[in-house]
């Protein structure tokens, strides 16, 4: 069994994926820079469009709207007090220097790109829940009365990172 997983590694290194070298990991970097970028670019302009609660339905079943989130994920204690600002964005902090400290290891380049893309997702995220104690929301996709909870840049590269 253990011949067998050896040779399981060795080929999903070998993929076109490729590894990375360690002394390139300040590369990807530049990617988290630009998902920062255009997360916080594109919440500027809706903050500066809509009014909180407003929608501009674009689709059948996509809108823009704006909308503010105090919690995490699907509002996950979104009602609680407060304290979950700082307790999230300490996750946050937590989380991105063990980003980085991956990114520094190497590994492929689709690892590399995952991570870059979830250290830019959370940073951008992290700069809402610190200056504004709240993340801003304007991506909302709905059918037939059901909807997704509004989402944002940030979180859409943390879930295809």
């Keep these: 069994m253990p011949d067998i997983m050896a040779e399981m590694i060795a080929v999903n290194s070998a993929t076109s994926a490729g590894p990375v070298a360690a002394r390139q990991w300040w590369r990807w970097l530049w990617l988290s820079v630009a998902v920062i970028v255009a997360d ?69 380049r689709l690892l590399s790109l995952g991570l870059a893309l979830i250290l830019g997702g959370a940073l951008g995220n992290l700069w809402d829940r610190v200056t504004l104690g709240r993340v801003t929301d304007f991506l909302l996709f709905h059918y037939a009365g059901w909807s997704w909870p509004a989402f944002n840049i940030a979180d859409s590269a943390i879930t295809v990172g």
């Design 40 to 108: 916080l670019a594109t919440k500027a302009w809706v903050v500066a469009v809509f009014r909180e609660g407003q929608e501009l339905p674009v689709t059948s079943f996509f809108s823009l709207v704006l909308a503010y989130n105090t919690g995490a994920a699907f509002s996950f204690l979104a009602g609680a007090g407060g304290w979950q600002r700082w307790f999230f964005a300490g996750i946050a902090v937590a989380a991105s220097a063990w980003l980085v400290w991956m990114l520094r290891r190497g590994g492929t």
